[in-house]
């Protein structure tokens, strides 16, 4: 979408408000407004009406800008709905909220600070002579939406502080329920200048809320299938992730049954030593060490350890194998030669799984030496 065309907001000169106090604005008091306006400290929404919390918001005013006509603010990130809306000629009028001076929630107190933008329909804004609206509108171009002369609006404005000095002199001479039996508060016409000001509906007013309620059903629903949309894609990573998880696993498994074979770790560890593999895997954990001369290296845990495991002595080098009757082996009347490396000894319980291992092979025809291994280890004969 285009990037939309400065919105005319508001006009130096004297201006009434709907409690009918009458403002003077001055030329340098605008601009004032314009420098003081920064979006990091509040921005002002663009809005439907002049409602009490601003919300909800159709677009933001990224900028606030003063020349001799007055202060226009540049919209962003204006709702495509809403924009379809005021294309429509469903909002043709505007007028701006600010913060007073020494209001507390001014947020550069000593100017007037706009709050928000306020889009209407059939009620007219209090400051006229404003240049029309414009919106890109994509492909289709620029569409412009004129706001109204100052005739009847004034009129308007006029009739309703008449009839609101008229209601409160009758409550000053003849009481609070005379007053309300003979002009009800809500019979009084209320200008759209004001923040909270009520106004009578019309039947415009009810369609532009039908249609912002679908909008928001719209939204809604968008909402919903994006979710959805979500969901979908976190279970299929999570069964993505599972699978890697998975082959990850049986590569540990061959690694260690590797070292198994080798000689460089015991049948009764391969599975202690395949969760420590899997769990660095699945931490992404990094070591960092210093080298000689002081360099520092990093390194990932998983293949340390694998490169630790790997470069580890045999803990059993069989240099001469069984000789003599199997089944004295199994017995324990057999005997087995073993040379260890320079610096290294015959660990006893490997020995003596390993001549259980022999037996059961001899009392198993066919059986694997790992397989014996493993038997042995958990008990078998």
Request: hydrophobic share 45%.
């Amino acid at each position: 979408m285009k990037t939309p065309a400065p919105i005319h907001i508001f006009r130096p000169g004297t201006q009434t408000d709907v409690s009918g106090t009458t403002l003077a604005f001055t030329e340098a008091m605008l601009e004032a407004s314009a420098k003081a306006y920064d979006p990091a400290l509040h921005e002002a929404p663009l809005v439907v009406g002049h409602p009490q919390t601003d919300a909800p918001a159709y677009g933001w005013v990224q900028a606030l800008a003063f020349s001799q006509s007055g202060l226009a603010a540049s919209p962003h990130q204006v709702d495509p709905e809403f924009a379809e809306l005021v294309r429509a000629g469903r909002f043709k009028k505007i007028s701006a909220s600010f913060y007073t001076p020494d209001s507390p929630q001014n947020p550069v107190p000593g100017v007037f600070y706009l709050r928000h933008v306020g889009f209407l329909g059939a009620a007219a804004p209090a400051v006229k002579g404003l240049k029309p609206v414009a919106f890109a509108a994509g492909e289709e171009g620029v569409v412009e939406f004129a706001t109204f002369g100052e005739g009847d609006a004034w009129a308007e404005r006029q009739n309703a502080n008449l009839w609101r000095s008229f209601r409160e002199w009758l409550a000053s001479q003849f009481g609070q329920d005379a007053a309300d039996q003979a002009l009800p508060q809500n019979h009084l016409a209320q200008p759209a200048f004001a923040e909270g000001a009520a106004k009578p509906k019309s039947k415009e007013d009810d369609v532009d809320q039908k249609e912002l309620d679908a909008a928001r059903a719209k939204l809604v629903e968008e909402r919903a299938a994006l979710d959805k949309d979500k969901a979908d894609f976190a279970e299929t990573k999570a069964k993505a992730d599972q699978a890697v998880l998975l082959v990850t696993h049986e590569q540990h498994l061959a690694f260690a049954e590797g070292l198994v074979k080798e000689g460089k770790l015991l049948p009764a560890n391969k599975l202690a030593t395949v969760a420590l593999l899997d769990n660095l895997a699945a931490t992404g954990a990094s070591l960092e060490f210093a080298e000689e001369g002081g360099t520092k290296t990093s390194k990932p845990a998983l293949q340390s350890m694998k490169d630790m495991l790997q470069s580890a002595p045999k803990l059993v080098d069989f240099t001469e194998r069984a000789t003599g009757d199997p089944n004295a082996l199994a017995s324990g009347g057999g005997s087995v030669s073993f040379a260890a490396p320079q610096g290294f000894t015959v660990d006893a319980t490997g020995l003596e799984l390993h001549t259980k291992a022999l037996a059961y092979q001899a009392a198993h025809q066919g059986v694997d030496y790992i397989t014996a291994v493993t038997a042995v280890s958990a008990g078998g004969k």
